[in-house]
Structures are given as C-alpha cells and as structure tokens.
C-alpha cells in the first residue's frame, strides 16, 4: 500500500498537495525528444522507479480502491492530478495497466487475484498488455480463433495475436481465447490472465516506420494456464471484452488522450508565438478550431467523470469520448503542420522542441484504430446511444465452428 494514502481531502487541498509533491519529486517536461520514446530496457526501467515513487507518495491509483493499493478519493481528484501533471515526465507504459487490464480485473477479479495482482500493478512492479487482437479477428474481435481447451486442472492454448501493444515489457496479459467454438461466437469466449513468461509463449516485437517497436504478434504454442488464469466466468468472456473495451475507450478518451499531450492548444499557441507564425490567419484558424475542440473535449470528460463519480454507468457513450479524442487529435495534427510547415516531416527535427510534437503527429491517426476504430464507435454510437436501427447480424446465432461454412459474403461483420 503506498505510504502516504491521503485521508479524504477536499479537491483543492489535494491539487496543492499535488502541485507541490510534483514539484519536488518529478522533473519538468521539455517538450523535446526523449518525453515520448519507444520502450527500450533503460526507459521501461527508469519508468518503473518513477511508478514506485509516485506510488510510495501517495499518487498512483487516484480512483482505485484502498484495499488495493488505490487513493479510493473520486473523478475530481484524478482530473486535478491529470491537470498538474501535464508538465511533467511521467512513466509512458502504463496506460495499458491503468487504463484497460486493471480496471477490469478490479471488476471481475476474484479477492486473491485482486490482492495478488493490483498493488504490485499500481506500483508500477508489474506490467500488463491487452491480448485481444488477432489477424483476423480486429473490429470483429468476437470472430477470434486462439482455442483454449481444458485439460484437467489447466487450460491449454493455440493461436495468435498481434498489435499487443507493449507485449515485449509485459510481466501480464489479459487474454480473449475460444474455450466453446459449439456455441455462437459471442458465448463461447473466456478471459485468462497469463504470465507472459510461460513456456511456449513467443513474443516478436513489430516494427514501424518510425524505427520504433510500440507492439507485438504473440504466439501461443501449447502455452498451459493454471485453472485460476480464469478472469470471471467460464465462457462469461464477451461481457468481460465489452467491459474491458469500455474501460478503455473512456480512459483514453478522458483521461490519456496521449498525442494530445504534445499537440495541446497552449503547446501550439506557443510554438506559433515563438516562431512569429501566431498572427498568419491560417494557422490563427486552425488554433481556433483546436481551442474550440480541446474545450468541447474537456467539457465532455468532465462531465462523463462526474456521471461516473455520481455512480451513473457510461455504458456505451465511453465510445462518444473515445471517438472525440480521436477527433480532436486530427484537428491538432492540422494546427501543427499548419504553424510549423514542412519541418512537420522532418523525424529528427531541426530544432529541439519539435521531437515530441512530430512523435505525436506519426502517432495521432492510430487513435483513431487503436482500441476499436473509429467507424466502429460511429457504428455504436448510432446503435447503442441514439437508437439507430441495428445492422443485420447473420453470424449471432450460427455455434462458431459452422460459420465458416457460410459464404463469406453473407456474414455481416458483428462488431462491438
Ligand atoms: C496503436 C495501436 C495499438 C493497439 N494496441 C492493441 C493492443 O494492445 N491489444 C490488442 O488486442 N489490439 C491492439 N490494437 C489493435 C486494434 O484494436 C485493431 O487494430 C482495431 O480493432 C482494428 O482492427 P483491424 O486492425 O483488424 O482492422 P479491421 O477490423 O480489419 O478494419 C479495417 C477497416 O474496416 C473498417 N471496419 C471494420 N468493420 C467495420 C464495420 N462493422 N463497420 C464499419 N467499418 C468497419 C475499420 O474501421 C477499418 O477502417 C492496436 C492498434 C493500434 C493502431
């Protein structure tokens, strides 16, 4: 637990308490190179202890429970600490951790695997991945192929998944698997945790454009789990999915919004201001759209924290915050090529305040794909927030091993 849980404080008393804490414990960010870099060794580790410090002063888990290891204080404290931390380095490979797996196994988690598992989580010590994708299962995650069968006391499991973001790092996995392909394909799908150091699990790092390795294929070859790898129910694992999914739509929708951090309204003022660039008309039009959004988008999370603050589920509109920060980040892409012009393709940059900015902009469109893509939130939006009539879904009621026997043009993709 960390050594200094704070003892029910108002908001502003915990800002300060924050402001100061940051500033004696964190360094300043510069907006240059290194703030955002792709997780080699030497980062994972160095992100590690400044978790352990964070943790052990009181501020990591700001919403999570304290019987785990969390601050157990609201929305309005995690949105004060979001807003104070801004300007400084933080740890860059938790957000799967905290955004996605551990939110989950909070929720669906049995006593031990909470005790086991979140504490050593929320310090930082152990790091998680999202096992979800697969080479033909993406939007149509519910489509998934990797089988995990029982045998005696274990689960034994094939298959493949890929785009698993920081995988390489990763002491833990949260895994979708087929454990009933007789039943349609949403009922027949469990959660695993996996420790990703189990025999017969390969890691192989992906490389892209940018040099960088952000996610992973990982294969399972005969990789046995012990029988309490199950997260929730046997077969219970679509609902887990959506939860999950839901999780992170909102926390990167909310509280991430990683690009974003670099490509914020007042990060571009002052890039303009300072180039002489503030008073050209186009870039002062393409900051104005960027205000008006990032002010918009601020709004909504404010008002989805206290919904959730006030105990109202989000439910499906998570995919509304998701589908914004996507949004706004296309916009902020627009305002930085609009005030820093053909130096935006430049990697290493000719200046020194460019490198976090130009990582955000190669980064910023996989928001609008990562977590589910954009069409797929318009999709459930329509669907699930507004009451738009629902797309034929043929393949809901077929058990998953004859839907292959169907034409592929038949099968509309039932994306969640
Ligand atoms: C940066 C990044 C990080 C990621 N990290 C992870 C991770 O950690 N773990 C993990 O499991 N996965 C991860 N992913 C994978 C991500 O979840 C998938 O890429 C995403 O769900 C889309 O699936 P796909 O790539 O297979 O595209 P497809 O599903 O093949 O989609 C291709 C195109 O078709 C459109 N489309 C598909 N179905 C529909 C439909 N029903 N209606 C309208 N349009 C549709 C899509 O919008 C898209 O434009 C990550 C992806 C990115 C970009």
Redesign the pocket.
């Known amino acids: 637990m960390s050594s200094a849980a704070h003892e029910k404080p108002t908001t502003e008393a915990f800002r300060a308490e924050a402001r100061a804490w940051l500033a004696d414990n964190l360094v300043r960010s510069t907006g240059g190179g290194g703030d955002g870099e792709s997780a080699g060794p030497a980062k994972v580790a160095a992100d590690k202890v400044l978790q352990a410090r964070i943790f052990d002063g009181g501020f990591a888990g700001i919403t999570w429970p304290k019987a785990y290891g969390g601050q157990g204080l609201t929305d309005a404290e995690m949105q004060a600490w979001v807003e104070e931390a801004a300007g400084y380095v933080q740890p860059g490979i938790y957000d799967?951790p905290f955004g996605?797996c551990g939110p989950t196994i909070v929720d669906l988690g049995s006593e031990e695997q909470k005790q086991r598992y979140i504490p050593k989580l929320l310090r930082g010590e152990e790091v998680w991945?999202?096992?979800?994708?697969e080479p033909g299962?993406?939007?149509?995650?519910a489509g998934l192929t990797t089988l995990a069968e029982r045998d005696g006391d274990e689960w034994v499991v094939n298959g493949q998944?890929?785009?698993?973001?920081?995988?390489q790092h990763s002491d833990f996995g949260t895994l979708i698997a087929r454990t009933d392909p007789s039943v349609p394909k949403h009922n027949g799908i469990s959660m695993f945790i996996v420790d990703m150091r189990t025999p017969g699990l390969t890691v192989r790092p992906l490389r892209t454009a940018t040099g960088e390795t952000?996610?992973n294929e990982v294969y399972f070859d005969n990789v046995r789990l012990p029988a309490d790898a199950l997260l929730g129910e046997e077969n219970g694992g679509w609902a887990a999915t959506v939860l999950m999914l839901r999780h992170e739509r909102i926390y990167y929708g909310t509280i991430a919004r990683p690009p974003v951090r670099a490509l914020s309204y007042g990060a571009l003022l002052a890039l303009a201001r300072k180039d002489g660039r503030s008073r050209d008309p186009l870039v002062r039009d393409r900051l104005a759209w960027l205000y008006a959004l990032d002010t918009a988008g601020d709004l909504l999370s404010q008002r989805m924290r206290q919904e959730v603050d006030a105990g109202q589920e989000l439910r499906a509109r998570g995919s509304i915050a998701k589908l914004a920060g996507a949004v706004i980040t296309r916009q902020a892409i627009d305002a930085f090529d609009e005030v820093v012009g053909s130096d935006a393709v430049v990697w290493a940059g000719p200046r020194d305040d460019y490198p976090t900015a130009i990582r955000g902009m190669v980064?910023a469109p996989?928001?609008g794909?990562?977590?589910?893509?954009?069409?797929?939130q318009r999709?459930i939006i329509g669907e699930r927030v507004l009451g738009l009539a629902k797309?034929p879904q043929l393949d809901r009621e077929i058990p998953f091993s004859e839907l292959r026997r169907i034409p592929a043009a038949r099968v509309?993709?039932n994306?969640i």
């Open positions: 799967q996605v991945c999202q096992l979800f994708s299962a993406g939007s149509d995650v998944k890929v785009w698993t973001s920081g995988a952000p996610f980064g996989a928001q794909i990562a977590g589910g893509s954009n069409e797929i999709g797309d509309a993709t994306a």
